[in-house]
């Protein structure tokens, strides 16, 4: 079974350019998570799809970042434009369904604004 | 914002060694995780205890909890070189409830 797949792994831009993650999840999951990572800390929820609604998009800076989920299945999280301080890696992370504990989470993102 | 806490920061020991890693949280759970980040990689899950167990096994892993203490330990027998990676616990509030990572614990061991 193919784990969640992410693309890019690492990208490189100037501040005040944007940039976009693309998020496979797991077939049949319902659940895709989108976690921010700085260096040295655990990861952060940014926001979670039960299919294609974003049902907790709390934590999600709204004045630059955005993200989507066309058809429940794929996913793609934008930022417009990057600061310095969004340096970090970009995880992705499916489970079955809310109710799934567990989440299996996709290799990252790292992005390096500069 | 962390929920959890993890203790020590970094660890190394030796092939062979058991590693504990500890982890303290704030608020009520549904269910505590353990995963594992190797180097440039995503998180793999590790384990989970529910707040009505006590300990949990799964090969050479063993998670207790105290839900009085609001902590939770993890114990690495006979370790290997493949173990070095930095190990995060994430706590569950329940149905709907987002999961809240700790800070992490990197462990090296040494061969």
């Known amino acids: 079974e193919a784990g969640v797949v992410q693309s890019p792994r690492y990208k490189i831009i100037e501040k005040k350019q944007p940039v976009a993650f693309w998020c496979n999840p797991i077939?049949?999951?319902?659940?895709l998570y989108w976690y921010r990572q700085n260096l040295g800390q655990g990861p952060e929820l940014l926001i979670r799809?039960?299919?294609?609604?974003?049902?907790?998009d709390s934590q999600l800076p709204k004045d630059r970042f955005s993200a989507e989920r066309l058809k429940g299945v794929d996913s793609t999280l934008k930022i417009q434009p990057a600061e310095l301080g969004d340096s970090a890696v970009y995880l992705c992370?499916?489970?079955?369904?809310?109710?799934?504990?567990?989440?299996?989470f996709g290799p990252g993102t790292r992005l390096l604004v500069l | 914002s962390q929920q959890g806490e993890e203790d020590p920061q970094a660890l190394s020991i030796q092939e062979g060694e058991n590693a504990t890693m500890n982890c303290s949280y704030k608020?009520?759970?549904?269910?505590l995780q353990w995963y594992r980040q190797n180097s440039g990689r995503g998180l793999v899950h590790l384990i989970l205890?529910?707040?009505?167990?006590r300990e949990k096994h799964s090969g050479r892993l063993r998670v207790t909890l105290d839900t009085s203490k609001k902590s939770s330990s993890l114990l690495i027998t006979a370790s290997r070189a493949a173990d070095t990676a930095s190990y995060f616990c994430?706590?569950?509030?329940?149905?709907?409830?987002?999961?809240?990572f700790g800070a992490g614990t990197i462990l090296r061991v040494k061969s």
């Open positions: 205890i529910r707040s009505n167990e």
């Open positions: 994430a706590t569950d509030g329940g149905y709907g409830n987002k999961l809240v």
């Open positions: 077939s049949g999951h319902n659940t």
């Open positions: 608020t009520s759970i549904n269910n």
């Open positions: 992370a499916s489970s079955l369904d809310r109710v799934s504990e567990t989440q299996y």
């Open positions: 799809y039960e299919n294609e609604e974003a049902v907790d």
